[in-house]
T-cell receptor, first 112, second 114 residues
Framework: GEDVEQSLFLSVREGDSSVINCTYT??????LYWYKQEPGAGLQLLTY?????DMKQDQRLTVLLNKKDKHLSLRIADTQTGDSAIYFC????????????FGTGTRLQVTL | DVKVTQSSRYLVKRTGEKVFLECVQD?????MFWYRQDPGLGLRLIYF???????EKGDIPEGYSVSREKKERFSLILESASTNQTSMYLC?????????????FGPGTRLTVL
């Protein structure tokens, strides 16, 4: 699959904003996703954005997509200790609708 | 609530053993997937199945095989386990169709091969 890169680790204080970044290499992706993995659990879909959108807001979450730079970000406002998890970006492609290509994952640590 | 269950949370096997990892989903999903998760490498797709008895290779199928005899069950088989197969294995399922690709994951099986 195509390479989807993320930084490995991010530490923020409770109440601050977190920004998790992702770069991908294939411009033909149809949807881009953010999945969350809490300790000891599988992944859960957190949010997604269609590739022809620039931004999507969902309560504390803001997704930004820059197609020109192939850059996706997830901003979490007012970060809470319950947000501590690994966050994966992922992309899907037209014609292979069942498959997802996942990023390397970013571990978010929220400190008091 | 969609539920994907995996037969074991932790498994310890010896080199050369045959290993079966089982996954069951209760939402009548057509598509099922096996991934392995390694630090710094993210999730990598091993095999997937889009129907009973159908399978397709993912990105890293070497050393693995799969079986899908019933719609709800997808098994991952390590014919002869090796130490480089020590990893977290995640199963997922998804309904057929286009649109957003929401996959539902099991809790994972942490396999250690000694």
């Amino acid at each position: 699959g195509e390479d989807v890169e993320q930084s490995l680790f991010l530490s923020v204080r409770e109440g601050d904003s977190s920004v998790i970044n992702c770069t991908y290499t294939d411009s033909s992706s149809t949807y881009l996703y953010w999945y969350k993995q809490e300790p000891g659990a599988g992944l859960q879909l957190l949010t997604y954005i269609f590739s022809n959108m620039d931004m999507k807001q969902d309560q504390r979450l803001t997704v930004l997509l820059n197609k020109k730079d192939k850059h996706l970000s997830l901003r979490i406002a007012d970060t809470q200790t319950g947000d501590s998890a690994i966050y994966f970006c992922a992309e899907s492609f037209s014609g292979t609708a069942s498959k997802l290509t996942f990023g390397t994952g970013t571990r978010l640590q929220v400190t008091l | 609530d969609v539920k994907v269950t995996q037969s074991s949370r932790y498994l310890v096997k010896r080199t050369g053993e045959k290993v079966f990892l089982e996954c069951v989903q209760d939402m009548d999903h057509e598509n099922m997937f096996w991934y392995r998760q390694d630090p710094g490498l993210g999730l990598r797709l091993i095999y997937f199945s889009y129907d009973v008895k159908m399978k397709e290779k993912g990105d890293i199928p070497e050393g693995y095989s799969v079986s899908r005899e019933k719609k709800e069950r997808f098994s991952l088989i390590l014919e002869s386990a090796s130490t480089n197969q020590t990893s977290m294995y995640l199963c997922a399922s998804r309904s057929r169709g286009g649109g957003i690709n929401e996959q539902f994951f099991g809790p994972g099986t942490r396999l250690t091969v000694l």
